[in-house]
């Protein structure tokens, strides 16, 4: 475990921290539903606070579909129904957002991989203007068994800015095939203050689709 430790310490310096950041809990949970031996559809949730996690800033819902073109390419496409916190406004904003793109396995050895992911997305913001962003992401996996930590870094631009997001932490699997993750990771913002964020994720098959029957 040493070199997963060196890279969490790497990464955890990196971090461009500032004191005037906030500080959120985030929670994901995702439902898988195997429509093939190659495409799934997963339901996906999440909820966010921020404002030092004293206030509800953000739900998301809404499906993602995935194809494996490879083992080693991935298509990725998806939908989000958001409502999101506006402090301006006695209601929430809600937000539609599609997006799509590749995740490719750049990398894999017995005990490393790494996957990169380039998606675009496109916000349609109810009583705001649109916008579009893009997203490249890269990441490493320590493949330990069932318990593998990762990094990651990604790079997106909105509106013409740049920013950075910075995530590190630990993936596990249970024998039913159900992934636990606990991570710390810290959004830059191209419209404000940066945030650091405890994010927990559960995703389990909610159905898996067997070998056909044979008489």
Excluded at 125 to 133: A, F, L, M, N, P
Excluded at 134 to 155: C, D, T
Excluded at 166 to 173: L, T
Aim: aromatic share 12%; proline share 4%.
């Amino acid at each position: 475990m040493r070199l997963p430790t060196a890279a969490l310490t790497f990464a955890l310096c990196a971090i461009p921290a500032a004191a005037e950041d906030d500080f959120g809990l985030l929670h994901i949970t995702n439902a898988n539903v195997e429509i093939s031996g190659k495409s799934t559809l997963q339901i996906h949730t999440r909820v966010r606070t921020y404002h030092d996690s004293s206030r509800f800033y953000q739900f998301r819902a809404g499906p993602i579909y995935m194809h494996a073109f490879s083992p080693r390419v991935l298509g990725l496409a998806g939908y989000y129904f958001i409502s999101q916190d506006a402090e301006s406004k006695a209601a929430n904003t809600t937000i539609h957002r599609l997006w799509t793109g590749p995740q490719f396995r750049v990398l894999q050895t017995r005990r490393w991989a790494v996957d990169t992911r380039h998606l675009a997305e496109r916000f349609v913001v109810i009583s705001k203007d649109d916008y579009t962003r893009i997203r490249n992401r890269g990441m490493l996996i320590y493949r330990n068994g069932r318990v593998q930590p990762f990094a990651s870094f990604e790079a997106l631009v909105q509106n013409g800015d740049w920013y950075e997001r910075h995530a590190v932490g630990m993936q596990w699997a249970t024998k039913n095939q159900t992934g636990f993750s606990l991570s710390y990771e810290y959004r830059a913002s191209p419209t404000g203050r940066g945030i650091h964020l405890i994010a927990t994720a559960i995703q389990f098959n909610a159905f898996h689709r067997g070998p056909p029957h044979v008489d």
